[in-house]
């Protein structure tokens, strides 16, 4: 049992480790910027650097991990991740800090794949392994909280390099010990898709630039068009690659039921309605209402009470209303909540920006489960491991893409007109749920389990331990 404790405190660490990573850059972007010279528009890549190539390098990252052993993965992506967070400490132009979060986002994809089927190696199915599960997905769920609140503290009290330094002794001693400590996972016979990893990430690139360049440049800029160009055409590339590909890093089978390739749709939408306060309220609190970073991480308090709140109450209300309903009403609070924040300028109450993030955090945290429930529900259980992996990447996607469609849409005219177009996915994302859960005759139990097909589906909010087992027990 102490054996067991210790490897669920190392695996539990990692994936606070990253989770933190994913935000605690978020309140020191104004001093970067000030430090580094970077642009408005330009600064947005501080954070896309890092999960386009976690994203896009995610799937291939799980692949690895079945062929070369888990734990050996793991290990590696813990150190890529920690030599990368050095060189971003020490980074002395915007070139070497976007170069460092890259390869940071690579360290993340090698690693946290591993971390759930390392639980499952670790653990007996039952009881031990669902409160394992409890914890890790309670961590997940925290750290991108407390990254906010530790990236103000320490950019307050040191410096913005130490939001990256922190990670150094900690990602050392969680390699370290983990070499040690946790079991190895058998080893797997198979081919890896990097031709399709590598057209992925290319494609998500060249879009992503193209999008954030055009905030600033206009539409018929040279390289906007390029890009624009080139993202699509490696999209094309990637999807001929993965019909023929024996191996392929994403199955493209899983996109024929229409009902699925909504829920991965509707994840794409709701990204930025996530991912845009993080971004454009860090920069307005400090430099236009004039709060410290430390008051900047706290005004998210709220939005993170609301997650935390959507995560107890998810499941008592899809067994009383059902999923229909419970998502229309998410996905219009999270509408409103994008508005309310169009009105936010200058002149404002500090309340009118920090009031609206707990119906963000609500409206967000009521959204995934029925979207998770959709893509999860209806997949045979040998392609469970798949469907998770792609909803992982898509997901992380959601934050790439949005922050570039918002940037764009921002423009000169600055944040109201991109929390305008969040408004505006978030109802594309509301219209196509409503219409993919009544497609899929998806029947509410009284416990609010669903059917799908006829068949009833373990994995639906009635049984919340149990969502995220099938891509435990296959490693993604």
Request: aromatic fraction near 6%; charged fraction near 10%.
């Amino acid at each position: 049992m102490p054996r067991q404790r210790l490897a669920l405190a190392l695996i539990v660490s990692c994936q606070l480790l990253l989770g933190i990573d994913a935000t605690i850059v978020n309140v020191a972007l104004p001093r970067i910027s000030a430090a580094l010279h970077f642009t408005p528009a330009g600064l947005a890549w501080v954070l896309n650097a890092y999960t386009i190539a976690f994203a896009g390098l995610l799937m291939l990252g799980g692949r690895l991990g079945d062929v070369l052993g888990r734990r050996r993965v793991f290990v590696a992506g813990v150190l890529v991740f920690t030599a990368a967070s050095l060189a971003a400490a020490l980074a002395r132009d915007p070139g070497q800090l976007l170069a460092a979060r890259a390869v940071q986002g690579l360290g993340a994809a090698l690693a946290s794949p591993s971390t759930l089927a390392l639980i499952a190696n670790t653990f007996a199915e039952g009881p031990q392994r669902n409160r394992a599960l409890g914890i890790s997905s309670a961590v997940i769920s925290g750290g991108a909280s407390l990254g906010l609140v530790l990236g103000g503290v320490v950019t307050a009290a040191v410096s913005w390099r130490w939001v990256f330094l922190v990670n150094v002794p900690i990602g050392a001693a969680i390699a370290l010990l983990a070499r040690r400590r946790l079991p190895e996972t058998p080893r797997h016979a198979g081919r890896f898709d990097v031709p399709g990893a590598l057209a992925v990430t290319a494609g998500m690139l060249g879009i992503v630039y193209a999008l954030i360049r055009a905030a600033t440049a206009g539409w018929t800029d040279a390289r906007v068009v390029a890009g624009l160009a080139g993202g699509l055409a490696a999209l094309a590339a990637f999807v001929l690659v993965e019909r023929r590909a024996a191996a392929p890093v994403v199955p493209l089978g899983l996109f024929r039921d229409r009902a699925r390739a909504s829920g991965y749709a509707a994840l794409l939408l709701v990204g930025p309605s996530m991912i845009g306060p993080f971004f454009f309220l860090t920069t307005y609190l400090q430099q236009v209402r004039g709060l410290g970073p430390v008051a900047t991480g706290l005004a998210f308090l709220p939005m993170s009470l609301g997650l935390f709140t959507a995560a107890r109450l998810v499941p008592r209300l899809l067994g009383r209303f059902g999923p229909r309903r419970v998502i229309g009403s998410a996905l219009a609070g999270l509408i409103a909540a994008q508005m309310l924040l169009s009105l936010v300028g200058p002149g404002s109450p500090l309340v009118a920006a920090i009031a609206p993030l707990a119906l963000v955090g609500l409206g967000g945290g009521l959204s995934f489960v029925p979207i998770y429930t959709l893509i999860l529900s209806r997949v045979e259980g040998s392609s469970a491991g798949a469907a998770s992996g792609v909803l992982q990447t898509t997901q992380w996607l959601g934050s790439s893409f949005g922050l570039a469609v918002l940037v764009a849409a921002a423009g000169p005219a600055g944040m109201g007109r991109a929390f305008v177009a969040a408004a505006i996915l978030a109802a594309a994302a509301l219209v196509l749920m409503i219409t993919a859960l009544g497609a899929a005759n998806a029947k509410t139990h009284p416990d609010g389990r669903l059917r799908a097909g006829g068949r009833e589906c373990p994995d639906s909010p009635g049984h919340p331990d149990e969502v995220e087992q099938p891509s435990a027990l296959r490693g993604r």
